[in-house]
């Protein structure tokens, strides 16, 4: 499936604000692959399908990963649209024909990170934090310039800012990304 394809899909499976946020991710990471010499068409559709499964009602969520045999873990249960990133990997693949598991991986990864993750994982997961339609969120300004310059410090960055976001409210936190945090603190010491 070409790019113009996939478009006119998702704009029939996203409501306006999550398109713009969807161009945005793709505009942001194929900026990214091109800094951090990734490969740029893969950054792209990686950008455009990470969501392809949000917009699905929260408890359709669980109702399909169940279905479609995907792992969840507890969090995922508590709070089911944790699951719309492995839900957009199953998608990209059975709906748009994606079968490159490095664009796979970077859908599913994209809201917890995870640890060990490939540049193009990154690229994804840093690209929804900081994409131009985001709303300002803290440090926003500064994450957005470790992205171009150093882009593990701005994961680190990314993944501590959401930690302590989900830690002061009533969120559920996603073991990935306490793991994800553990791991890249440990290889920064």
């Given amino acids: 499936m070409d790019r113009a394809e996939m478009i006119e899909k998702l704009k029939k499976k996203l409501n306006e604000k999550r398109f713009?946020?969807?161009?945005?991710v793709e505009y942001t990471?194929?900026?990214?692959?091109?800094?951090h010499g990734c490969d740029i068409k893969k950054a792209r559709i990686a950008g455009l399908l990470h969501d392809c499964a949000k917009c699905i009602p929260t408890e359709e969520k669980l109702k399909k990963a169940k279905k479609f045999g995907l792992p969840i873990s507890q969090s995922e249960k508590a709070n089911p649209d944790l699951l719309h990133g492995k839900l957009g990997a199953y998608y990209a693949k059975e709906k748009y024909g994606i079968d490159d598991e490095d664009i796979l991986s970077a859908i599913t990864y994209h809201t917890t990170g995870k640890p060990e993750m490939s540049m193009l994982d990154k690229i994804i997961f840093v690209a929804d934090y900081i994409e131009p339609n985001r709303k300002m969120i803290r440090d926003l300004?500064?994450?957005?310039?470790?992205?171009?310059?150093?882009?593990?410090?701005?994961v680190?960055?990314?993944?501590?800012?959401?930690?302590?976001?989900?830690?002061?409210?009533?969120?559920?936190?996603?073991?990935?990304?306490?793991?994800?945090y553990e791991f890249y603190m440990k290889g920064k010491k």
């Avoid at 713009?20 to 945005?24: A, D, E, L, S, Y």
């Avoid at 990471?29 to 800094?35: D, P, S």
């Avoid at 009533?170 to 990304?177: I, L, P």
Wanted: charged residues 30%; proline residues 0%; hydrophobic residues 40%.
């Fill in 156 to 180: 680190i960055h990314i993944l501590k800012n959401t930690l302590e976001y989900l830690d002061g409210g009533k969120a559920v936190v996603d073991e990935m990304t306490k793991k994800t």
């Fill in 20 to 24: 713009v946020h969807t161009i945005g």
């Fill in 29 to 35: 990471a194929a900026n990214l692959a091109f800094v």
């Fill in 141 to 154: 300004s500064e994450i957005r310039r470790e992205a171009y310059s150093d882009i593990d410090k701005c």
